[in-house]
């Protein structure tokens, strides 16, 4: 059973990381230029739909980078049907699209969209992600239309959809695609194979999880991702399992306690709880405010007439 949120809230540790992000968030200055972030929404969702969700988030977020914000919602391209959004009802269905019931009829169409769907093979933990290379393309023309972005954000299978975008994007992973494919490996995705954006500088994963077990999306997690990446957990989120949510954060470089924020809630995003709030924005200013320091001082290191 996972902590109960009291326990949670005295923990110092958990003090430690609410204290480290309102710092960030109220002292460390935000950054100079306008903003970019790609927004990716959950199993059963659409992009008008997580933006109509995420419309306090956003309005924070302006306010807390006067510079300029823009929050881009794509839609996925995988329409779902009522069998398959009826996990929301307790109907057997998971989080990241796998479907335990069907009658064989025909279903009606819905507002519901998904980047995959989980189709198990066999008994055990085999499993594939039936439409991946379909939702990881239109997640590319996204990156190629409308960016670059500085990060990514997403919610529940769209976390763990935005974990495998910014590890796509990092300099030498389609070499641990082409290793991991002569054992049966995804191959690296065809719509990544041309340099679509430089990599992503963060990524925040609400209610995120792992594509874990038996299957062959380990190179998304072999090596290591090195992006920094946040990542929410719901003390009460009864969809997605808190392992599987600590795979995805072991499957990160950067795992220190303050990366794992817990809210006391369910499974959704807390968009307008102040700690998690505060610990989104400290978290992006600390990410870019150390981008811009770095470049700052390349700047004056250039410009300096030096003897050598």
């Keep these: 059973m996972p902590p109960t949120f009291t326990t949670l809230l005295h923990h110092p540790t958990h003090i430690f990381t609410r204290l480290h992000w309102l710092t960030m968030a109220t002292a460390a200055p935000p950054p100079t230029r306008p903003l970019k972030i790609l927004m990716l929404h959950g199993y059963t969702q659409s992009g008008p739909l997580f933006q109509a969700k995420t419309g306090a988030l956003r309005k924070t977020l302006q306010k807390a ?111 641990s695609f082409e290793a991991e494919q002569r054992d049966g490996g995804m191959q690296y995705p065809e719509a990544f194979e ?52 600590l795979a995805l954060v072991a499957a990160c470089t950067q795992r220190d306690d303050k990366y794992v924020v817990y809210h006391p809630g369910g499974h959704f995003l807390p968009s307008t709880q102040k700690a998690s709030v505060n610990a989104l924005i400290g978290f992006m200013k600390e990410v870019l405010h150390g981008e811009e320091g770095g470049k700052k001082e390349e700047e004056s290191v250039e410009d300096m007439d030096v003897p050598f």
């Design 65 to 175: 980078f006067p510079a300029g914000i823009s929050l881009v919602y794509p839609t996925a391209p995988i329409r779902l049907t009522p069998a398959d959004e009826s996990f929301l009802a307790g109907a057997g269905t998971s989080a990241d699209g796998s479907k335990h019931n069907g009658d064989g009829e025909e279903e009606q169409e819905i507002d519901a969209w998904a980047w995959w769907r989980r189709k198990s093979e066999g008994e055990g933990e085999t499993y594939t992600y039936e439409g991946i290379e379909v939702g990881l393309g239109k997640i590319a023309e996204t990156l190629k239309s409308e960016g670059p972005f500085d990060g990514v954000v997403g919610f529940s299978q769209g976390a763990a959809c935005a974990a495998m975008i910014a590890s796509l994007l990092e300099p030498g992973r389609r070499a």
């Design 194 to 245: 041309a340099d679509i954006q430089p990599p992503l500088k963060f990524a925040v994963c609400y209610s995120g999880f792992a594509a874990v077990g038996k299957n062959p999306y380990r190179a998304f997690y072999e090596p290591k991702i090195a992006t920094p990446v946040l990542h929410f957990l719901g003390t009460q989120d009864v969809v997605v399992e808190e392992a599987r949510s």
